[in-house]
């Protein structure tokens, strides 16, 4: 535990930047999973979907919780996969 008065400080201030970026990767996950779960289905929802997970996704690496790197390459593949479902649709 903190005994110094900044060391206490610098735990509150660790406190609340967990819960932050706590809920900010929920949120990215969430959106991850709908998108995923929709590119086999309607067209619309599924890039509308995709649209929504790489705001998120890019949201989260401009507030540091995640790298720049990561969301490029989870982009891809979500990207990837919507343009495989829409080419297997015809």
């Known amino acids: 535990m903190a005994n ?14 967990r819960a932050a970026n706590v809920r900010i990767k929920s ?14 289905g309607p067209q619309e929802d599924a890039i509308a979907l995709a649209r929504a997970a790489e705001t998120a996704l890019k949201r989260a690496a401009s507030r540091g919780v995640i790298s720049k790197q990561r969301v490029s390459r989870k982009v891809s593949r979500l990207m990837k996969s919507l343009n495989r479902a829409r080419a297997a649709k015809g």
Do not use: D, F
């Open 4 to 17: 110094h008065p900044s060391a206490e400080k610098r735990a509150r201030q660790n406190k609340k930047r």
């Open 27 to 40: 949120t990215m996950k969430t959106a991850l999973k709908k998108a995923r779960a929709v590119v086999a």
